[in-house]
């Protein structure tokens, strides 16, 4: 098929007439931009909802109010100053601080509780403020479309292009990765002269990156997810602290607030790792638990498993079946299933049917994917009987529990049904009323701020507070310190307060 140059001409010119020239607040210089400020201000006010559904908020209303003061404090200081910022703190332990183009920045208690001090916690809120002041997201929205446009041209001009595009499209994500990385640069700057302009020393921003690598290097812990967002150019410690210092001397800056204790005092109590009161898995017995809504199933022993305030999910190791509990909003069983057939673009292929299980009432009933008419008439007989056995099929069963409809869906590919079905039924025919006690009393850890009564070595305080031998290190690197780092007397100190 041949193109006509004029219709080749229309199109570029119209896509480039898109893009506008616009100053970066923070550089002072004029950079193509196809996101304006009020496409991000929109971004912004339709992902938080999304954010707080996906984590919730923690429930501490001084640790609210502590990062919305120094938020907008900080913010007023800033390249941007008249954007409507909001400032969070996710109810999640996982440890990251992460920026929503438009003015939101959310912080986790996660990453709360492993800051020792304001000045931490300031050059991170500095970094997160500086990638929205300096409009990397926007930047990298831009990137990708210049990209495919460019990815088009070549496309549609150069055979030899389209048939080197699969080698193009990974040049061009190793390039996008060295402008993460710039903008993470970017950010370590801004967070140092942000959280300077406020009075905090910097310097500290640099030591807790020791703390994030040490959490990384801890055999058997999870790496935060702060590391996995934000990508480490190089030796952050010694870049953050070398900037640290010389915009302190150039500046003439005295006097810097770290402001330890104050911060350590604030979040005493705050909860630690896990929350078992939103819901927890005891991989004894493969059983998860709420003690909240007072309900109790099994799910397949060793099979992955992930629990949010919007649903709980298990998955089989090769990631081929899942089980997943959400709720509904509806009041009837009809109308519950109805609205999962649309939401999922399924087709029910049996028989629904009312039973009860372990004393409740329940709805079940088995259903498939729609595939498009359209496409399958283009299809082979060969390519049709294929598409059929790897269409979505579902087991669904649904609970009537304290006024709310419980819904477990067990879905897999149609070929894979039969085989799945059983540890589907395993855990609907197991979810019942929670009655144990001491499932329902289960109590979080928390971080507990001790003094230090006398001068001694971290591991003799831990041992004086029962921490168990197995655990000092993830103490130690909670504090910021070794085991062996002499305390003197009257330092205050997080230990983990074990109450179940």
């Not at 923070?26 to 304006?36: A, D, E, I, R, Y």
């Not at 006097?255 to 898995?281: A, E, H, T, W």
């Not at 168990?468 to 003197?488: S, W, Y």
Request: hydrophobic share 35%.
């Amino acid at each position: 098929m041949k193109i006509n140059a004029s219709v080749l001409l229309f199109f570029f010119i119209s896509i480039f007439g898109l893009m506008s020239c616009s100053v970066n607040p923070v550089t002072g210089k004029k950079q193509l931009n196809f996101m304006p400020e009020s496409q991000e201000l929109a971004i912004g006010k339709e992902s938080d909802p999304a954010v707080i559904a996906q984590f919730g908020l923690y429930p501490n209303d001084t640790l609210q109010k502590f990062i919305k003061e120094k938020g907008n404090l900080m913010a007023s200081k800033s390249h941007r100053p008249n954007l409507p910022f909001e400032f969070r703190i996710l109810d999640s332990d996982v440890i990251n601080a992460f920026a929503v183009p438009g003015g939101y920045v959310y912080f986790t208690r996660g990453i709360m509780a492993h800051f020792n001090n304001e000045a931490q916690f300031a050059g991170v809120l500095g970094h997160e403020i500086g990638h929205i002041t300096a409009r990397h997201s926007s930047q990298q929205y831009t990137k990708q479309m210049l990209t495919q446009i460019a990815f088009m041209g070549g496309m549609i001009f150069s055979e030899k292009f389209r048939n080197i595009s699969e080698q193009a499209m990974q040049g061009m994500q190793l390039l996008f990765l060295k402008f993460s990385r710039d903008d993470e640069s970017e950010s370590d700057v801004l967070g140092v002269k942000y959280s300077s302009a406020i009075g905090y020393d910097a310097k500290e921003m640099a030591d807790f990156f020791k703390t994030l690598e040490r959490v990384t290097e801890k055999e058997g812990a999870r790496v935060p997810e702060f590391m996995s967002t934000h990508p480490d150019p190089g030796n952050r410690y010694t870049t953050v602290t070398q900037l640290a210092k010389d915009y302190q001397t150039s500046n003439n800056l005295t006097d810097l607030k770290i402001n330890r204790d104050s911060y350590l005092r604030m979040i005493d109590g705050i909860v630690y790792g896990p929350d078992p009161r939103q819901g927890y898995l005891d991989k004894s017995n493969f059983v998860f638990y709420h003690p909240e809504m007072k309900f109790e199933y099994p799910i397949p022993s060793n099979w992955q498993f992930q629990n949010s305030p919007q649903a709980v999910q298990a998955a089989n190791q090769d990631g081929t079946a899942a089980i997943i509990l959400t709720m509904s909003q509806k009041k009837s069983f009809s109308e519950a299933a109805s609205e999962l057939l649309e939401a999922y673009q399924l087709k029910n292929t049996s028989n629904p049917s009312n039973t009860k299980i372990n004393g409740l009432d329940a709805y079940t009933f088995v259903a498939e994917q729609v595939l498009d008419n359209s496409t399958m008439q283009q299809m082979t007989t060969e390519q049709k009987t294929q598409a059929d056995a790897e269409k979505l099929m579902v087991l669904f069963t649904l609970y009537q529990y304290n006024g709310t409809i419980y819904v477990l869906q067990g879905m897999t590919a149609k070929k894979d049904y039969s085989a799945q079905k059983n540890n589907f039924l395993y855990s609907m025919n197991g979810f019942k009323p929670l009655y144990d006690s001491k499932r329902i009393n289960v109590l979080p850890e928390r971080v507990k701020i001790v003094t230090v009564n006398t001068d001694a070595s971290l591991k003799d305080v831990m041992t004086q507070n029962k921490i168990p031998v197995d655990r000092m290190e993830e103490v130690a690197i909670l504090n910021g310190m070794q085991q062996t780092t002499v305390l003197k007397k009257g330092t205050l100190v997080k230990m983990i307060e074990k109450r179940w």
